[in-house]
C-alpha cells in the first residue's frame, strides 16, 4: 500500500519568515494530494490541494510543488504569522483512500 | 450550507462495550470516508463508502469494527467490545464525486475514551 513520510515533525519559525514542509510518497498511482491544517482539538482543514497533472499551484501565501518523478511534494508558506501556527497534514490519495503523513507541528513565534 | 457533523463528540465506554458513532455528511456528497486518529499522528484510512457501497474496508482493525450507510447518506461506525487501543478519534469526511481527485471535507470528530 501507499506510504506517505513527512518532514520534518517540528518545525519553528519567526514571524514573516517562510516555512517548507516536504512529504514523500510511494505509490505511483496516487493522483491527489490535499495539505490539511489541524488545530488542537479541532477538524482537519484543506489549505490547498494538487492533481498529479500539474506541478504548482499558489493560493496567496500558500504553495505547493510536486516532482512527480521523484514522488515528493512540498508546502510552501511565506511571511508567516502567528495564526498560522498548527499541525500540518500531507496526504496521498488515489480516487477512493487518503495516507496521511504524521504531520508537522509549525510554531511561528511573533 | 451545513458541514459535516458526528455525534457523539465525546464517548467513554467500560472496556467491553459496544459503541456506535454517527456521520451526517454534507448532503448530496456520495462519497463518505472513516478515519482514525490517535493523539499525535496523522489520520488513518478505515473505510469508504460510494453512496450506499461499501467499497474498500481494507483499514478497519478488527472484525470489532463495523460501518454501513444504509441509504448513502448517513453513516454508523460500530466498534464491538470495545478495548482500551480503541481510544483515539474517529472522523469521518465526505466528497462530492469527481472523475479525479476527491476533496474531503472533515467532521468535528468523535473522541472516545475506552477506560
Known amino acids: 500500500g501507499e506510504n506517505v513520510e513527512q518532514h520534518p515533525s517540528t518545525l519553528s519559525v519567526q514571524e514573516g519568515d517562510s516555512a517548507v514542509i516536504k512529504c514523500t510518497y510511494s505509490d505511483s498511482a496516487s493522483n491527489y494530494f490535499p495539505w490539511y491544517k489541524q488545530e488542537l482539538g479541532k477538524r482537519p482543514q484543506l489549505i490547498i490541494d494538487i492533481r498529479s497533472n500539474v506541478g504548482e499551484k499558489k493560493d496567496q501565501r500558500i504553495a505547493v510543488t510536486l516532482n512527480k518523478t521523484a514522488k515528493h511534494f512540498s508546502l510552501h508558506i511565506t511571511e508567516t504569522q502567528p495564526e498560522d501556527s498548527a499541525v500540518y497534514f500531507c496526504a496521498a490519495s488515489i480516487t477512493g483512500k487518503s495516507t496521511f503523513g504524521d504531520g508537522t507541528t509549525l510554531t511561528v513565534k511573533p | 450550507g451545513a458541514g459535516v457533523s458526528q455525534s457523539p463528540r465525546y464517548k467513554v465506554a467500560k472496556r467491553g462495550q459496544d459503541v456506535a458513532l454517527r456521520c451526517d455528511p454534507i448532503s448530496g456528497h456520495v462519497s463518505l470516508f472513516w478515519y482514525q486518529q490517535a493523539l499525535g499522528q496523522g489520520p488513518e484510512f478505515l473505510t469508504y463508502?460510494?453512496?450506499?457501497?461499501?467499497?474498500?474496508k481494507s483499514g478497519l482493525p478488527s472484525d470489532r469494527f463495523f460501518a454501513e450507510r444504509p441509504e448513502g447518506s448517513v453513516s454508523t461506525l460500530k466498534i464491538q467490545r470495545t478495548q482500551q487501543e480503541d481510544s483515539a478519534v474517529y472522523l469521518c469526511a465526505s466528497s462530492p464525486q469527481r472523475e479525479w481527485g476527491d476533496t474531503q471535507y472533515f467532521g468535528p470528530g468523535t473522541r472516545l475514551t475506552v477506560l
Open positions: 463508502f460510494q453512496n450506499e457501497a461499501q467499497l474498500d
